[in-house]
């Protein structure tokens, strides 16, 4: 789904780096992990971003294939440990922003609805509210409007599979434009950023990473220095 494999350019798309962390700037269509079908992946840039050391560095998380942004790699075993158990334990502050068709009641708020998976032959799998299911809470923020659509940041307490693309459709009552999956498919891919990330590392200062507004989001008039401003600054908090 969505659109073709994109050139990843190393160089220009590392919003953090030192001895035990490298935080990429994920461009929308590249998958985490290898397809089944085949194709690119970031697997097979891993070689690129050892910057000296023997061994690639590893992801600690995943970010779905159509989704940008950052994207946190643990440059050895100990540190890959140390990430894997922050994100476990909720401590990982993460910062999306999103684009949906029309205007929001309200300013802010928060969205509470439990997830769980359904499949079935005919249209595949798909994850759905479920009160039985696993916990999930997003909270919300309008940020700017333009164009009959909202540009809105998602802060996710909880990390479930399509988290915030199923609390869009069903918490705000609007798919994030561009979702094949909750939605309709749009020429430009899915919109949804991750725009910033804030991992804690004990005594040492926290991993802060920013990834700036994606050129998709510009170019539906997202692209004013107050937008921009809030992927810049969501990993400075």
Known sequence: MGFHTPAFCVAETLPFMDGEAIVIDKPAGLPVTQPRKGGRSLDDYLVQLRFGFQRSPTAVHRLD????????????AKAAKRFGAAFESGAVEKTYLGIVEGDLDDDLGTIDIALGKTSTAEAGW??????AGKRAVTHWKRIAATGGRTLVEFRPETGRTH??????????????LGDPFYGKSYSSGLMLHAAG???????????????????????LGFGSQQDQSVAEAAGDE
């Open 65 to 76: 294939q159509d989704t940008s942004g950052c994207l946190l790699l643990a440059r050895h």
């Open 126 to 131: 798909r994850i759905v509210p479920d009160a």
């Open 163 to 176: 988290q915030i693309r199923v609390h869009a459709l069903h918490g705000l009552g609007k798919p994030l």
């Open 197 to 219: 990330l804030v991992v804690p590392r004990g005594d040492k200062p926290p991993v802060l990473a920013a990834a700036p507004m994606p050129r998709r989001f510009i170019d």
